[in-house]
């Protein structure tokens, strides 16, 4: 069974940093492509960064500068790097595998 658990969430000030985690089991992580997506208060879900079994990324333009993603295929860990947060960037973040998500962390950027 795939499971997913994001972790990291929280609240901080605009141009302050976060870094999430997601733990992921069931599956060969090491060989799969993983993504973040977030999903802000009424708002659709929308992709922040996809990383394949190599590490290449590519980014949301919005994000893009900002965020890193980063994998550890030994640990089985996703990482996502946000850097000068913007309150443009509350949401939920999950980490994605396939159609699959975790239960998301939330994350809040507010002065």
């Known amino acids: 069974e795939v499971q997913l658990m994001e972790s990291g969430g929280g609240l901080v000030q605009p141009g302050e940093s976060l870094r999430l985690s997601c733990a992921a089991s069931?599956?060969?992580?090491?060989?799969?492509?993983m993504s973040w997506v977030r999903q802000a208060p009424g708002k659709e879900i929308e992709y922040v960064a996809l990383?394949?079994?190599?590490?290449?990324?590519t980014y949301l333009p919005s994000v893009e500068g900002r965020f890193t993603a980063s994998r550890d295929n030994a640990k089985n860990m996703l990482y996502l790097q946000m850097n000068s947060l913007k309150v443009d960037d509350t949401a939920v973040y999950y980490c994605?595998?396939?159609?699959?998500r975790g239960p998301g962390t939330p994350v809040t950027v507010s002065s």
């Open positions: 994605q595998y396939g159609r699959t």
């Open positions: 069931g599956f060969t992580f090491s060989l799969s492509p």
């Open positions: 990383i394949n079994s190599r590490g290449d990324d």
